[in-house]
């Protein structure tokens, strides 16, 4: 009988992280006030996961940050801005590579592999030095040791680290990283060698990459990595775990020929092929498999019949002995605690597991497949599992048939971009280097206690319309003051640009407390789509035609796209998932024509996630951009040339996309650039065309950092040298919605000065 965990949230059931954290940053607590938080945090999860009968729980997965800069940390790879000057790393140099100070900016942040997670990226170079400078996994190892509880110490994988690093800057693009391979091993050494000495007889090395499509290059770095490692390890029990997706075959035949490796983890509920590989392939004598059967991506019950049938398939492979039940990946992409929700209803309620629940079913599968199984809770489990497939609630037939109707036909506007963009400057009457911001403005303390009273029923709906509106007035004259081409009306109204739509919609349950981390403090909360979904009736067009009313600028209209709302959603995991992001479009195209017919001119679909859900395998990419695409374009098809279309990403990779996001066919495109070194730009210097309205953000909104004038004007300078001027847009990043007012009025007030400076510039040049 023997279960694991790969990882665990770290924020806590109520986020007691994240408001530790802000605290802190805010000047408002000490760090001993953050450690305090954090210790508990920690030691209340190792006793929670030690209670329910885990055998072997994680240690150093609890993050003050990222996992990854974490590693940074250790390895003491702090890029050369933050001025360390060696020694143990600690707050200041950490929380500055993460979010940037007054003087340096933050290190790039970007999605972990398809998840909303969102990690700092390592900056390496030949001149990198590396030295072990943060001892937190042995001090977090030994904590857990004083408790009582024996873990299982997780570092990421050396050649996962690596590749998921980039060059630093003025480094040359194609530097090979992993020839810094020689350079961090004798960290991780160090890190092993006081583990060991720590009393620790397990090790658990997150290898990711391993799923990803890797050239024989770079298989042979885990090779040879494992190799070097081999007599640091001696004595110790090692695990490599994988998640997130199949391990292609010759992947799999390197991962299982490691040296000094006693045990592997898969990811089977993603992974399903994997299955095939270690019963067909062959899976090494002796050796542990740790199977990821609970799925850690998802809030849907384990269907434990399945999961039990599938590890008793197993079993016969490795032997009793060797098998180990566990999640698929960290439970830290799912909500806490089902406990903390009062609010769902018992139906739905008992179709959810949380990541506490998941702990619970992974014990309970080790105890059956060991002979001692919980009759009663294996009865409830498949009553819940019946349930949901008989519930009336689940299917609306009318839905189903519309999406199905959509799959044959191109969805398409009836003109050119081009063709649409005149009429639309005919129409908008806009500046060269037009200025708008992404959608929303900072939401103050003020205003989430109007919402909040407005939720709990404390004042009445009179009240809170003209709260909401008082605040639009504000938004909308201080953008008139900034002078401000294209407004926003600031999203005063909306919790989250997911949960806000699907609250409206059909098909969706929402949580109290299912928080998850998106990157550092920030925390979203996930909307559950357990059915069909359908708009009953317009969700933005009252508050965008208030804004409008209150200026003769345009104002967009301001909406989430169907693809967005899925990869930020729990989704249903009974239908494809492009089904149920078809009758998503179809929902947000009645919104578009209905925002339309209001007077909205310019309006806004984000699709901020559309870059995140691409698939990690290139066989499966075809597919998801086709009919992720499609469903942005069943949004807007139908409507006249002189509506303005934008759209925004953010935080991803978007070079190798770059022709399905032309594709989408979208009028304007905001796009992430500023953290990313504007990566984005060599798309366009490499030959790339693109006809459409473009804004590439010009500053980092993550960051408290101001930016000056000459800072964006010299950005936009950048961006001009490969995009033609009359596409070109001068934006942010992203939404102001996290940063503080004293921080957004300087920056936009920079960036509308360093737009006009441009301006003034091309028109003497004439």
């Given at each position: 009988?023997?279960?694991?965990?790969?990882?665990?949230?770290?924020?806590?059931?109520?986020?007691?992280?994240?408001?530790?954290?802000?605290?802190?940053?805010?000047?408002?607590?000490?760090?001993?006030?953050?450690?305090?938080?954090?210790?508990?945090?920690?030691?209340?999860?190792?006793?929670?996961?030690?209670?329910?009968?885990?055998?072997?729980?994680?240690?150093?997965?609890?993050?003050?940050?990222?996992?990854?800069?974490?590693?940074?940390?250790?390895?003491?790879?702090?890029?050369?801005?933050?001025?360390?000057?060696?020694?143990?790393?600690?707050?200041?140099?950490?929380?500055?590579?993460?979010?940037?100070?007054?003087?340096?900016?933050?290190?790039?942040?970007?999605?972990?592999?398809?998840?909303?997670?969102?990690?700092?990226?390592?900056?390496?170079?030949?001149?990198?030095?590396?030295?072990?400078?943060?001892?937190?996994?042995?001090?977090?190892?030994?904590?857990?040791?004083?408790?009582?509880?024996?873990?299982?110490?997780?570092?990421?994988?050396?050649?996962?680290?690596?590749?998921?690093?980039?060059?630093?800057?003025?480094?040359?693009?194609?530097?090979?990283?992993?020839?810094?391979?020689?350079?961090?091993?004798?960290?991780?050494?160090?890190?092993?060698?006081?583990?060991?000495?720590?009393?620790?007889?397990?090790?658990?090395?997150?290898?990711p990459t391993l799923v990803l499509d890797l050239d024989s290059n770079k298989l042979a770095a885990f090779s040879a990595a494992y190799a070097e490692l081999e007599s640091a390890l001696s004595g110790l029990n090692v695990l490599v775990e994988t998640y997130f997706a199949d391990v292609p075959a010759e992947s799999y035949k390197t991962?299982t020929s490691l040296s000094g490796v006693t045990a592997y983890g898969f990811d089977l509920v993603r992974g399903t092929q994997t299955l095939g590989l270690v019963t067909s392939a062959g899976f090494p004598a002796g050796k542990y498999l740790f199977a990821g059967v609970v799925d850690g991506r998802n809030i849907w019950a384990d269907?434990?019949?399945?999961?039990?049938?599938?590890?008793?398939?197993?079993?016969?492979?490795?032997?009793?002995?060797?098998?180990?039940?566990?999640?698929?990946?960290?439970?830290?992409?799912?909500?806490?605690?089902?406990?903390?929700?009062?609010?769902?209803?018992?139906?739905?309620?008992?179709?959810?597991?949380?990541?506490?629940?998941?702990?619970?079913?992974?014990?309970?599968?080790?105890?059956?497949?060991?002979?001692?199984?919980?009759?009663?809770?294996?009865?409830?489990?498949?009553?819940?599992?019946?349930?949901?497939?008989?519930?009336?609630?689940?299917?609306?037939?009318?839905?189903?048939?519309?999406?199905?109707?959509?799959?044959?036909?191109?969805?398409?506007?009836?003109?050119?971009?081009?063709?649409?963009?005149?009429?639309?400057?005919?129409?908008?009457?806009?500046?060269?280097?037009?200025?708008?911001?992404?959608?929303?403005?900072?939401?103050?303390?003020?205003?989430?206690?109007?919402?909040?009273?407005?939720?709990?029923?404390?004042?009445?709906?009179?009240?809170?319309?003209?709260?909401?509106?008082?605040?639009?007035?504000?938004?909308?004259?201080?953008?008139?003051?900034?002078?401000?081409?294209?407004?926003?009306?600031?999203?005063?109204?909306?919790?989250?640009?997911?949960?806000?739509?699907?609250?409206?919609?059909?098909?969706?349950?929402?949580?109290?407390?299912?928080?998850?981390?998106?990157?550092?403090?920030?925390?979203?909360?996930?909307?559950?789509?357990?059915?069909?979904?359908?708009?009953?009736?317009?969700?933005?067009?009252?508050?965008?035609?208030?804004?409008?009313?209150?200026?003769?600028?345009?104002?967009?209209?301001?909406?989430?796209?169907?693809?967005?709302?899925?990869?930020?959603?729990?989704?249903?995991?009974?239908?494809?998932?492009?089904?149920?992001?078809?009758?998503?479009?179809?929902?947000?195209?009645?919104?578009?024509?209905?925002?339309?017919?209001?007077?909205?001119?310019?309006?806004?679909?984000?699709?901020?996630?559309?870059?995140?859900?691409?698939?990690?395998?290139?066989?499966?990419?075809?597919?998801?951009?086709?009919?992720?695409?499609?469903?942005?374009?069943?949004?807007?098809?139908?409507?006249?040339?002189?509506?303005?279309?934008?759209?925004?990403?953010?935080?991803?990779?978007?070079?190798?996309?770059?022709?399905?996001?032309?594709?989408?066919?979208?009028?304007?495109?905001?796009?992430?650039?500023?953290?990313?070194?504007?990566?984005?730009?060599?798309?366009?210097?490499?030959?790339?065309?693109?006809?459409?309205?473009?804004?590439?953000?010009?500053?980092?909104?993550?960051?408290?950092?101001?930016?000056?004038?000459?800072?964006?004007?010299?950005?936009?300078?950048?961006?001009?040298?490969?995009?033609?001027?009359?596409?070109?847009?001068?934006?942010?990043?992203?939404?102001?919605?996290?940063?503080?007012?004293?921080?957004v009025k300087p920056a936009l007030t920079n960036m509308v000065s360093a737009a006009k400076l441009i301006r003034t510039q091309l028109a003497s040049a004439k």
């Amino acid at each position: 009988m023997a279960s694991h965990i790969v990882g665990y949230p770290r924020m806590g059931p109520k986020r007691e992280l994240k408001f530790a954290l802000e605290s802190f940053w805010d000047g408002k607590s000490t760090a001993e006030d953050l450690e305090k938080v954090a210790t508990d945090l920690r030691a209340s999860i190792w006793k929670q996961m030690a209670d329910a009968g885990i055998k072997y729980i994680p240690s150093n997965t609890f993050s003050y940050y990222d996992q990854v800069l974490d590693t940074t940390a250790m390895l003491g790879a702090v890029p050369e801005r933050y001025s360390w000057t060696g020694g143990e790393i600690g707050f200041d140099t950490y929380f500055s590579m993460a979010r940037g100070n007054a003087t340096v900016p933050a290190m790039e942040m970007t999605k972990w592999f398809d998840t909303n997670y969102h990690f700092i990226v390592p900056e390496l170079g030949p001149n990198t030095k590396f030295s072990y400078a943060s001892h937190k996994a042995v001090n977090e190892y030994k904590e857990a040791k004083a408790l009582g509880v024996d873990t299982v110490p997780v570092l990421i994988g050396p050649v996962s680290y690596l590749l998921l690093s980039k060059p630093a800057k003025g480094v040359e693009k194609g530097f090979p990283l992993l020839s810094l391979l020689s350079s961090i091993l004798p960290v991780y050494k160090e890190v092993i060698a006081e583990l060991k000495a720590a009393g620790a007889s397990w090790i658990q090395f997150d290898e990711p990459t391993l799923v990803l499509d890797l050239d024989s290059n770079k298989l042979a770095a885990f090779s040879a990595a494992y190799a070097e490692l081999e007599s640091a390890l001696s004595g110790l029990n090692v695990l490599v775990e994988t998640y997130f997706a199949d391990v292609p075959a010759e992947s799999y035949k390197t991962l299982t020929s490691l040296s000094g490796v006693t045990a592997y983890g898969f990811d089977l509920v993603r992974g399903t092929q994997t299955l095939g590989l270690v019963t067909s392939a062959g899976f090494p004598a002796g050796k542990y498999l740790f199977a990821g059967v609970v799925d850690g991506r998802n809030i849907w019950a384990d269907d434990l019949a399945t999961s039990l049938s599938t590890l008793q398939s197993l079993e016969a492979v490795v032997g009793k002995d060797k098998l180990v039940v566990s999640t698929s990946c960290s439970l830290m992409h799912t909500a806490v605690d089902l406990v903390n929700e009062t609010k769902l209803d018992s139906e739905i309620k008992s179709w959810l597991a949380f990541a506490a629940q998941k702990v619970v079913e992974v014990d309970a599968l080790a105890k059956a497949l060991a002979g001692q199984k919980d009759e009663a809770y294996f009865a409830a489990n498949a009553a819940a599992q019946a349930s949901r497939k008989s519930s009336p609630r689940v299917t609306n037939e009318e839905v189903q048939k519309a999406a199905a109707a959509l799959k044959g036909s191109d969805h398409r506007r009836a003109t050119t971009v081009s063709a649409r963009l005149d009429a639309q400057q005919k129409e908008l009457n806009l500046p060269v280097l037009p200025t708008t911001t992404i959608g929303s403005f900072p939401q103050t303390v003020e205003l989430r206690r109007v919402r909040r009273e407005y939720k709990a029923k404390k004042i009445s709906e009179e009240e809170y319309i003209s709260a909401i509106k008082e605040e639009i007035s504000k938004v909308v004259k201080l953008q008139e003051e900034l002078d401000i081409d294209v407004l926003v009306h600031g999203e005063p109204e909306r919790n989250d640009m997911v949960e806000y739509f699907g609250e409206q919609l059909s098909g969706f349950a929402f949580t109290a407390n299912g928080w998850v981390q998106s990157y550092g403090s920030r925390c979203v909360k996930p909307p559950i789509i357990y059915g069909d979904v359908s708009r009953p009736n317009p969700m933005t067009v009252f508050w965008s035609k208030t804004a409008q009313s209150m200026t003769s600028r345009p104002m967009k209209g301001m909406l989430t796209g169907p693809v967005t709302i899925l990869n930020w959603s729990f989704v249903r995991n009974d239908q494809p998932r492009f089904e149920t992001c078809y009758q998503i479009a179809l929902a947000i195209k009645k919104e578009v024509e209905d925002l339309e017919a209001a007077g909205i001119k310019v309006i806004q679909i984000d699709e901020a996630a559309l870059r995140e859900g691409l698939p990690l395998r290139k066989a499966e990419h075809a597919f998801y951009l086709d009919w992720a695409v499609h469903s942005f374009r069943i949004t807007n098809c139908e409507i006249q040339d002189t509506t303005q279309i934008h759209t925004h990403m953010c935080y991803s990779n978007f070079n190798d996309i770059i022709h399905s996001i032309i594709d989408m066919d979208a009028d304007v495109i905001t796009i992430e650039n500023s953290r990313s070194d504007e990566k984005l730009l060599s798309v366009f210097r490499e030959g790339v065309k693109y006809g459409a309205g473009i804004g590439p953000g010009v500053y980092d909104i993550h960051s408290p950092r101001i930016p000056s004038t000459e800072e964006i004007a010299d950005r936009v300078n950048k961006m001009l040298a490969v995009l033609d001027t009359n596409i070109l847009w001068v934006n942010p990043d992203c939404g102001l919605k996290t940063r503080k007012y004293a921080e957004v009025k300087p920056a936009l007030t920079n960036m509308v000065s360093a737009a006009k400076l441009i301006r003034t510039q091309l028109a003497s040049a004439k």
